[in-house]
Nanobody, 124 residues
Framework: QVQLVESGGGLVQAGGSLRLSCAAS????????MGWFRQGPGKEREFVAA????????LYTNSVKGRFTISRDNAENTVYLQMNSLKPEDAAVYYC?????????????????WGQGTQVTVSS
């Protein structure tokens, strides 16, 4: 059983940056592809980014390409999401999730374990 705890959310002005962290425990972190998802008010949960077990490959939704960077530190059991040039439409609760399957996926149903989320608010 993997436990995931996100941190790093907060209030930022448009154009600013935040770095989200997700600390994993209770499992072998390097056995999981990791993903970030977000859910805005009145919206469905949507895929943001994912990274393979080794960190060699990443996947992003089009709206964050060039602005967000996902990375991981397997020695620290942590995955990160560096968010630059934030826009008001990026405001949401951000969740990290762990996927035990081999291929990177943007589908929430492929991810078995989820954190509790961290709020990101972007003021215009």
């Amino acid at each position: 059983q993997v436990q995931l705890v996100e941190s790093g959310g907060g209030l930022v002005q448009a154009g600013g940056s935040l770095r989200l962290s997700c600390a994993a425990s209770g499992g072998t972190f390097s056995n999981y592809n990791m993903g970030w998802f977000r859910q805005g008010p009145g919206k469905e949960r949507e895929f943001v980014a994912a990274i393979t077990r080794s960190g060699s490959r990443t996947l992003y939704t089009n709206s964050v390409k060039g602005r967000f960077t996902i990375s991981r530190d397997n020695a620290e059991n942590t995955v990160y999401l560096q968010m630059n040039s934030l826009k008001p439409e990026d405001a949401a609760v951000y969740y990290c999730a762990a996927d035990p399957t081999v291929l990177l996926s943007l589908l929430p149903q492929r991810y078995d374990y989820w954190g509790q989320g961290t709020q990101v608010t972007v003021s215009s």
